[in-house]
């Protein structure tokens, strides 16, 4: 008898096992932007990311909205376990109903990927900076500047040089999370800027941080300000980059493979 219960057991644990193994990570791509700018961008920002989410054999499910509404229902957002905020500005949510169930959800355990225009999100809500790391306080013209990397063992960085030349928009932020990681500064030597004394100044020194993770209340959270263009989101250094925030947000899940599904909202 107690070699039929041990062996139940054990079968019970191989199901239990095999069932969470092929439990399919599932990730929302959100993109929301209200009245102000709204980036060109986002159409090839989402079409990357469900490209990783089908790379190197991943068998992650991606939904795509724009539509606030999708945080009304607590229970649906808890389903996922990232969710990637793809070039999101202004209000991001519509009533304070939906970012409570954004707040919980990352109260909960839940991971965040901030991309590019995702700062300048919720510019009223201090929570949401915390979040995310910071907040946005503007940009010189678009050009050339030097990115240095401080994390060169983040899967996020590990494939660049030591300094990555990139043209983007540098954005400078404030509000910042003393619990981020700072993973890639840019070189405000190299940024040609009439206002930079007034801010940034030399607050940073000569370096502004420019992409980050944390672990913060309760969440895992990774932030890149790079990726104005649609070019960018063709890029192979900036996939890879964009690729490894994805996994460090999902952390163990990371592992999981196969094909995926993608999902239209």
């Given at each position: ?5 041990l ?5 019970l ?25 709204i ?31 999708i ?26 109903q ?15 990927v ?7 999100s ?10 995310l ?42 509000e ?63 996939i ?26």
């Amino acid at each position: 008898m107690k070699k039929r219960i041990l062996a139940g057991l054990l079968i019970l644990t191989v199901i239990c096992t095999a069932q969470a193994l092929t439990a399919n990570p599932h990730i929302l791509i959100y993109t929301r932007n209200s009245q102000g700018y709204i980036h060109d961008n986002i159409p090839a920002c989402v079409e990357c990311v469900k490209a990783i989410c089908r790379a190197n054999g991943w068998t992650f499910e991606t939904t795509a909205v724009d539509d606030s509404s999708i945080f009304n229902d607590a229970e649906k957002i808890a389903s996922f376990d990232v969710l990637v905020f793809a070039n999101t500005n202004n209000d991001a949510f519509e009533n304070d109903q939906q970012r409570e169930v954004f707040q919980q959800y990352i109260r909960s355990g839940g991971g965040f990927v901030g991309i590019h225009s995702a700062c300048g999100s919720e510019r009223n809500w201090p929570w949401f900076w915390a979040n995310l790391g910071g907040k946005f306080v503007r940009h010189p013209p678009f050009q050339k500047f030097d990115v240095v990397v401080i994390d060169k063992t983040h899967c996020s960085t590990v494939h660049l040089p030591a300094v990555w030349q990139w043209e983007d928009e540098f954005y400078y932020m404030n509000e910042l999370n003393p619990r981020i990681k700072i993973l890639l500064a840019g070189d405000l030597r190299t940024v040609e800027d009439n206002q930079k004394d007034r801010y940034p100044g030399r607050v940073f020194g000569d370096y502004f941080p420019l992409a980050w993770c944390q672990e913060f209340d309760g969440g895992r959270q990774w932030y890149t300000a790079l990726g104005h263009k649609i070019e960018h989101y063709q890029d192979p250094d900036f996939i890879k980059h964009l690729e490894g925030g994805i996994r460090w947000a999902l952390g163990d899940k990371a592992s999981q493979n196969s094909t995926v599904e993608n999902k239209e909202q």
